[in-house]
């Protein structure tokens, strides 16, 4: 954020920000005190809003608009993530600009950062998704919610809709975004998770649903597979992300 972006916001003037300080306020108050949440502004570089959760998560203390600004959340992204970081939101930013100005709204860029606390790393799953939009259409203000991740490495960066059977996967690798489509469960991939979620073990699986206990670890495996994990937790968050269910 701090660093240079190609993404620059000319200007927006005061009577703009009048109009969604009403907006702000209310979601502050109906999802603050109990949400990990941050509003982004886009223009100005820096937080407009910062849950006292989150504050707390990284060790600071906060009033919710005051004190605990976008430098001081970089201060508690591990170095070597943070080069990460600012690609994820350029190259985000970049991706969100290239749909319609009416449809941005819908989109929601997924990724996974660690942040620090007395010296100790948890990796949590951040969710941005546009709030209000410059005059010119750029992304303006956003709002990220942040829960624990259930993935074992930062990255795993996804732009998803709320209503197509698409989404875009970002790889960090190649630094550019690959369309997917999504793959729906099918009934048995279904039971397996469920039954899995539940903690019924392979063979009791397969007694379940009539099926043997190779074809559950056959299936299993397929699956994780397909969804670039090895448990179920994991397995049940990209399957909810991307609306399989």
């Known amino acids: 954020m701090k660093a240079k972006s190609t993404y620059l916001i000319p200007y927006i003037s005061p009577e703009e920000y009048e109009k969604t300080k009403p907006l702000i306020e209310a979601f502050k108050i109906f999802f603050g005190s109990t949400t990990y949440i941050y509003i982004i502004d886009y223009f100005k570089r820096d937080f407009l809003y910062v849950s006292d959760k989150i504050a707390r998560l990284c060790g600071e203390k906060t009033d919710g608009s005051k004190g605990f600004s976008y430098e001081t959340y970089l201060k508690h992204v591990p170095e070597e993530e943070r080069d990460m970081l600012s690609e994820i939101h350029e190259k985000g930013l970049g991706l969100f600009h290239t749909f319609p100005a009416g449809e941005r709204k819908s989109f929601t860029l997924s990724y996974d950062i660690d942040l620090i606390r007395n010296r100790k790393k948890t990796l949590l799953n951040h969710k941005l998704t546009p709030f209000a939009l410059a005059p010119d259409g750029q992304v303006w203000i956003a709002i990220c919610t942040i829960l624990p991740s259930a993935h074992k490495a930062p990255g795993h960066v996804l732009m998803l809709h709320t209503e197509t059977d698409t989404y875009y996967k970002y790889d960090l690798l190649c630094h550019d ?36 206990v190779n074809t559950i670890k056959t299936t299993k495996r397929n699956l994780f597979k397909r969804l670039e994990t090895d448990t179920v937790v994991s397995a049940w968050v990209d399957i909810m992300n991307r609306k399989q269910i």
């Open 177 to 212: 975004w690959y369309k997917k489509k999504i793959k729906g469960l099918s009934e048995t991939e279904r039971e397996i998770l469920l039954l899995s979620a539940r903690g019924y073990t392979e063979k009791e699986i397969a007694e379940q649903i009539c099926k043997s």
